[in-house]
């Protein structure tokens, strides 16, 4: 019930993975048929991940992770542009890895606009147009967010960005994979991409750039990815990566309904526990996941007495130095700070049954009954 946080590597994903740990080994920056060899398998590889969204192959560069990628385009952007304007627009339910590159700018001469949400989490694109200024370089909005899986309106927001002249960045770490995410349609300058939510490897992220869009790098070395992120390359990692993505266009809306389907009831049941709430839109929502705040428990507690059952879920609330913290997700979809402690997130994949729901709902029914007397 937490694959949001992460998913299982495919089996076909680890095979097609394998040979680049052993034989096939070789620096792609080397000029030798080794290196060739694996210059060619990292094109291949970058190909289809670029093919999947829509972006030409030399617009997509391989980064570490999802975190990488935000900090890159965040960071990136906002010094390569610090002539024209000191301006980012955000939301106030990004992922910290949007949030933190912000607060790092803020403190640097950087201004930062962080755009409220309604009850069940949307960005309004008239506050996206409202918001921008004469001096406002980028607008950063993710595609589905990870606490609550509520679908921003991209496209819309897209527009506006591109008829302001403002570069527009979405983190579709989460939504890749379950909704269609496309560069072209979304009108998107740049996008965040995560090999490990997607059955793929850990250790493996992308970000598409539109071709003629002035960013910084934030690592300096030799010259990979197009001078974008220096650094051997993961040849292993970026071939794992596009096997999770040739599998996810194959399987992609046929495994999206039937996970629809499943979350469905599952929400449907958890609803029909006394004292447990729906956060997200209540259709506008990935299919993948179920969110919730509870009256009778607090979300680390919950996520113990799961974890005792055998079932792994995530609370947003993080815990930082023994100190719960109420989820900033709870907080700005207008909860307060006692519900916004009480968060539960189920999360399903690839390989969640009917079986498994059951027994969830069963485990959820016997801990509100515990929590509740007391
Ligand atoms: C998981 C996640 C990230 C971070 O991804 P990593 O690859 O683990 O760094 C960023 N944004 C969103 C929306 C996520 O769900």
């Known amino acids: 019930m937490d694959y949001a946080s992460t998913t299982p590597i495919d089996p076909r994903v680890l095979e097609a993975m394998m040979p ?19 210059r060619e398998a990292l094109e291949r590889a970058r190909e289809t991940v670029a093919t999947f969204i829509g972006a030409n192959p030399m617009e997509l560069i391989f980064t570490s992770s999802a975190t990488e990628s935000n900090n890159l385009a965040i960071k990136g952007v906002a010094l390569a542009n610090r002539g024209r304007g000191r301006h ?29 949400v309604d009850v069940h989490g949307i960005v309004d694109p008239g506050d996206v147009e409202e918001a921008i200024r004469r001096d406002t370089i980028l607008v950063s909005i993710m595609h589905a967010n990870n606490e609550i899986g509520t679908v921003e309106p991209i496209k819309e927001i897209g527009e506006i960005c591109g008829e302001r002249g403002v570069y527009f960045h979405v983190d579709a770490a989460q939504s890749l994979g379950k909704l269609p995410v496309n560069v072209e349609e979304m009108r998107v300058d740049l996008l965040t991409l995560s090999a490990h939510k997607i ?106 007495e799961l974890n005792e059952r055998g079932v792994a879920a995530s609370t947003g609330s993080a815990c930082s130095s023994g100190k719960i913290e109420p989820s900033h997700v709870l907080l700005a979809i207008g909860l307060n700070e006692r519900q916004a402690k009480s968060g539960l997130r189920l999360s399903i994949g690839r390989w969640t049954t009917e079986d498994e729901v059951d027994y969830v709902i069963e485990c959820m029914r016997g801990i509100a009954a515990k929590y509740r007397g007391m």
């Not at 627009?89 to 930062?112: D, M, R």
């Open 20 to 38: 680049y740990f052993r034989e096939r080994f070789g620096n792609t920056m080397s000029p030798h048929s080794w290196g060739m060899e694996a």
């Open 88 to 116: 980012i627009i955000t939301s106030k339910i990004e992922h910290p890895s949007v949030l933190e590159p912000c607060k790092w700018l803020k403190k640097n001469g950087f201004e930062v606009t962080y755009l409220p």
């Open 199 to 304: 059955y793929g490897p850990k250790g493996v992220g992308g970000l598409y750039v539109r071709d003629g869009v002035r960013l910084e790098p934030l690592l300096h070395g030799g010259g990979h990815e197009y001078g974008l992120r220096s650094g051997t390359v993961n040849v292993a990692g970026a071939v794992g990566f596009a096997k999770a993505c040739e599998i996810a266009r194959e399987v992609m809306y046929e495994e999206a309904e039937k996970l629809g389907r499943i979350c469905r009831r599952l929400i449907h049941e958890m609803l029909g526990i006394d004292g447990v709430h729906l956060t997200g839109h209540p259709e506008k929502r990935l299919p993948t996941i179920a969110s919730f705040w509870l009256e009778f428990i607090d979300g680390e507690r919950l996520i113990m």
